[in-house]
């Protein structure tokens, strides 16, 4: 090594060694030096995957079965979980760092793109660090918790000129994507709305009368993160996040962010609705959840609505099948002048006339984690089908329905339909959501569903005009150190 090669060498060490010690100071790494971690077009791609109780295992098959990429730490909160999924990668011959701590692994600078499918509260704020480490991310959905987050993590993507990628599977399949460009053609005239669908069985999560302890595998401080470190006051840790409002939300923004992301990519919206409503509730069983498992959700753009429904529960009392609404029952339904398209799976669509008869079908998946590959050889955030600017404003249509929703008041049946007696979208929604609770046995003047707030936002600012309660809960306070910063 020459001599000025050498001092450049631990000058560059050095440096890196210092501004990537905490967390804070990943704000000041510069996008010229990021731009250097790039790999070659002939180099394997390393990746690490963050949180794989679940979701995190089909990032870890999908990555490892792309040609130029190789799996080469796993990080989770979890002591088992990530002993487990190590032993794995050993059995059969392969390297695998392991870490508890997110900050320690993006300290690593053999490591080029991490997959984050951790719970929704750690997903901005891990992709916003990655990407002030120089790492690319593909980030699992909902892109953020609250929609301020969202944008910095967008901001934060411009800035250090990352390749982040929302894991909206949908935007990769060849079948929605052929038919959404036929009716954005006009072949079946002007769209008239566009309805998602979350028709899903989620039965009680239990009741605690008692915080339950954390088993001693985990590290619960990591786990919370940017959350408060409360007592928990439900029997599982993993999955019933999704449940309480401090770390999921819903599944409006479980599920439900596909079928908005789909509908909304339909509709050719690219910013919030200027009007959000919701109505719904926790309704037939009483639990620790605290997010409703029925909602309605009227989202006001000016072309056309987009219309959302949330059933956890079934068909009835005495069926445990789930409800469909025009063959779809975790999907989305447009409206036309001319007929209408159902998308009733993650790869298909059906065109119908106006009589209900069959006119075209389309059918075709696509390989997501293998787009999010190509984007980060070609460094072009364009070349993403989900990139991070497309998550974030899916992800906040959600948060705002639920901000209308967390904002509202019981009211009795009556009540709540006068309030939406000129909207006729949000009327037939609510009557056949009182239809489906009254067949499992619901009696909404027992147990009152919640009207929610009117919001009125402005799409320019993402923020909710004359509404500083509506404000508050478009962000949260963070829990130090693990905390968004506002200049990313």
Avoid at 141 to 159: C, D, F, I, Q, Y
Avoid at 315 to 333: C, I
Wanted: charged share 25%; hydrophobic share 35%.
């Amino acid at each position: 090594m020459k001599s000025m090669d050498r001092r450049t060498f631990l000058k560059t060490s050095i440096l890196t060694a210092a501004t990537l010690s905490t967390a804070a100071s990943w704000s000041r790494v510069t996008a010229q030096s990021a731009t250097a971690r790039v790999r070659g077009a002939n180099e394997d791609i390393r990746v690490a995957v963050a949180g794989f109780g679940g979701r995190g295992r089909s990032h870890i098959s999908g990555f490892r079965e792309l040609k130029g990429v190789r799996v080469v730490a796993l990080c989770d909160a979890d002591q088992n979980v990530l002993d487990k999924g190590a032993k794995e990668f050993k059995d059969r011959g392969e390297e695998i760092q392991g870490y508890t701590d997110i900050r320690s692994l993006l300290e690593n600078p053999n490591i080029d793109a991490v997959g984050f499918a951790t719970p929704n509260h750690w997903h901005a704020l891990g992709a916003i660090w990655a990407a002030q480490a120089g790492k690319d991310s593909y980030v699992e959905k909902p892109l953020s918790h609250n929609v301020w987050e969202g944008r910095k993590t967008v901001e934060a993507a411009r800035k250090y000129q990352r390749i982040i990628q929302t894991g909206s599977q949908c935007r990769s399949s060849r079948g929605l994507q052929e038919a959404i460009a036929w009716i954005q053609a006009g072949n079946l005239g002007k769209i008239l709305r566009a309805r998602g669908l979350c028709y899903k069985r989620r039965a009680s999560i239990g009741k605690a009368d008692k915080p339950f302890e954390i088993p001693a595998s985990i590290d619960y401080d990591l786990w919370c993160g940017p959350a408060p470190k409360e007592p928990m006051m439900r029997k599982r840790l993993h999955y019933d996040w999704h449940w309480v409002w401090p770390t999921g939300n819903g599944d409006l923004g479980n599920q439900g962010v596909h079928q908005v992301d789909i509908a909304r990519w339909v509709l050719g919206e690219t910013a919030l609705a200027p009007v959000t409503l919701s109505i719904g509730g926790r309704l037939g069983y009483e639990d620790d959840g605290t997010t409703p498992n029925t909602q309605i959700v009227y989202h006001g753009y000016a072309k056309a609505p987009l219309l959302f429904e949330v059933r956890g529960l079934p068909v009835s009392h005495s069926d445990e099948k789930m409800d469909n609404y025009r063959g779809a029952g975790v999907g989305v339904v447009i409206d036309c002048e001319g007929g209408y398209v159902v998308n009733p799976s993650y790869t298909r669509a059906i065109a119908y006339d106006k009589e209900g008869n069959e006119i075209k079908r389309w059918d075709g998946g696509g390989n997501h984690f293998e787009n999010f590959i190509n984007a980060v050889r070609s460094r072009k955030h364009t070349d993403l089908t989900a990139e991070a600017e497309e998550g974030h404003i899916s992800a906040a249509l959600c948060h705002t329905a639920n901000v209308s929703y967390q904002l509202g008041k019981q009211l009795p049946p009556e009540a709540i339909r006068d309030a939406v007696k000129n909207n006729s979208e949000l009327g037939e929604a609510l009557g056949r959501m009182e239809e489906h609770l009254a067949a499992n046995n619901v009696d909404l003047k027992q147990t009152p569903a919640t009207l929610g707030a009117l919001l009125k936002i402005d799409p320019q600012t993402e923020r909710a005009t004359g509404n500083r309660a509506a404000n508050r809960l478009f962000t949260r306070d963070y829990r130090k150190p693990f905390i968004v910063p506002a200049r990313v």
